[in-house]
């Protein structure tokens, strides 16, 4: 099980920083990511992380605004956003993967469990 927390209303140029908690099966077993789909527009991945958290990929339109990180012990996988754009605003969500190497992947089908997603608004 996911759990995706840390969205909310926030002004264009200022920061976030989404959660997701993960629960029931070993979490260093799988590789996360996040998605987000704003209204009326496709799933959209936006990063990606490995098991241990040594291999990490942007959707290139994010890049150095977004960051993504997870901490194993605590079954979280983070997703920091800086200068955040009315563009940004969307459903979040969080994802995952059981797999044996280092992989990551930005494609949706790779991923097997997903959490229920946090909106983030970002206001003008």
């Known amino acids: ?34 998605f987000r789909q704003a209204p009326g527009k496709e799933r959209e991945f936006v990063a990606a992380i490995s098991r241990a958290g040594t291999k990490k990929n942007y959707v290139d339109s994010l890049k150095g605004r977004f960051t993504i990180s997870r901490d194993n012990p605590k079954n979280t996988v983070y997703l920091h956003s800086d200068s955040l754009k009315p563009e940004d605003t969307a459903v979040y969500y969080c994802a995952a993967y059981r797999t044996v190497t280092g992989a990551t992947s930005s494609h949706w089908n790779s991923y097997h469990y997903w959490g229920q997603g946090t909106l983030v608004t970002v206001s003008s």
Do not use: P
Request: with cysteine; aromatic share 8%.
């Open 1 to 34: 099980q996911l759990q995706a927390s840390g969205g909310g209303q926030v002004q264009a140029g200022g920061s976030l920083r989404l959660s997701c908690v993960a629960s029931g099966r070993t979490f260093s077993d799988y590789s996360m990511g996040w």
